[in-house]
């Protein structure tokens, strides 16, 4: 299989067993926020994140053996081949620094092979607190190891952003945050960030954070140069938003709804998006409810499955069942056809990149 496109029962399989990688890390995305303790694999022209540098792919029936170059690998499904990838290598920005001498891959990395991102905070005001903690969430995880920074400046962004465009011909970037103590939520180093980038280099931004305490400050995020906007809501029910990330879920599901439509009305139709991780304990049903309401509004229901990751209170949760996204991703095609949406007119962003989910196949 060297198709330009990837089958799409192949990759929700890949996406929800992981892979056991039978070589070195090499430019691999472990720890921090999303996607983590994956790899990217290009599969002729689509280049997928898969999980395979956790404990929860050692049993995946699926092992991936590189070449001697590094710069290819097998697919094997219990030792028969079932593809050929090609891995994406180190990016040039990479061996470069920023004035005040840290590394750019400590600023920003690559996702995928033409997405810049970063989180401008490694830090949140709930990861500390066992009761309010994601329960999901590695943010701290490669700060802890060294891999980056507390606090990322908006000149050193605007430095790597440039050079990532310059020298790898990156597209768009993302940029997150841990959520601070203010109530912005992040809103206001996002607009101060984005200014910055925008100013250095032609680079569409896609800015995440969670409901700000204003409606304002969609405004001032898209004056600043943010084209497009995630709100992220990860779990779709209340039982499992207070079992999952109890202080996230202390944000209610009203809030999230009246922010999109604010989001909406100034980011425009199919430029907002919000992440469902499926495999937390949501119902098939539930999701698809959840994904047809929000692709109503114009809000890209941007669904990937779960990825249990090591170190995390959920690193021994099951993993998704491949069927469960096999049955789920028509269904939220469907809604994505009705309400006219498409990941490729998305100007900025995960939804976008895509490269965490199979979801793309079935718009």
Request: hydrophobic share 40%; glycine share 8%.
């Amino acid at each position: 299989m060297n198709s330009p496109v990837i089958a799409s029962d192949l990759l929700a399989e890949l996406q929800c067993h992981g892979v056991r990688w039978q070589g070195s890390d090499g430019l691999s995305r472990k720890g921090g926020a999303g996607p983590s303790d994956h790899k990217a694999l290009t599969f002729g022209e689509r280049t997928a994140m898969v999980p395979m540098l956790n404990r929860a792919s050692l049993d995946s029936p699926y092992s991936a053996v590189p070449d001697a170059s590094g710069a290819q690998a097998l697919i094997f499904r219990e030792g028969l081949q079932v593809g050929q990838v090609q891995i994406p290598g180190v990016p040039n920005f990479y061996a470069l620094s920023t004035d005040d001498g840290v590394p750019f891959w400590k600023i920003a990395t690559l996702h995928s092979k033409d997405v810049l991102a970063t989180t401008l905070l490694q830090h949140c005001i709930r990861m500390n607190d066992a009761a309010t903690a994601c329960q999901f969430c590695a943010i701290n995880q490669s700060l802890a190891a060294g891999k980056t920074i507390a606090r990322k400046r908006p000149a050193q962004l605007a430095q790597v952003a440039k050079a990532a465009v310059q020298l790898d011909g990156v597209k768009h970037m993302v940029m997150t945050t841990g959520t601070p103590q203010t109530p912005d939520r992040g809103a206001a180093i996002l607009c101060e960030s984005a200014a910055a980038v925008t100013s250095a280099v032609d680079l569409p931004i896609q800015a995440q954070c969670e409901p700000p305490d204003h409606d304002h400050w969609f405004t001032r995020l898209k004056d600043s140069g943010v084209v497009s906007l995630g709100m992220h809501l990860e779990a779709v029910t209340d039982a499992v938003r207070q079992r999952i990330m109890p202080g996230k879920a202390q944000v209610p599901l009203s809030r999230y709804f009246s922010a999109f439509e604010a989001a909406v009305k100034v980011f425009g139709h199919g430029q907002v998006s919000t992440y469902i991780l499926a495999g937390l304990g949501d119902s098939e049903e539930a999701i698809a409810q959840m994904s047809e309401r929000l692709a109503a509004m114009g809000v890209y229901p941007f669904v990937v499955p779960f990825v249990p990751i090591d170190g995390t209170p959920l690193a021994h949760h099951p993993k998704p069942d491949s069927a469960f996204m096999q049955r789920l991703y028509p269904r939220i095609g469907a809604s994505l056809r009705r309400h006219g949406l498409h990941s490729e007119r998305i100007n900025a962003g995960c939804a976008k990149c895509g490269a965490c989910s199979a979801l793309k196949n079935h718009e």
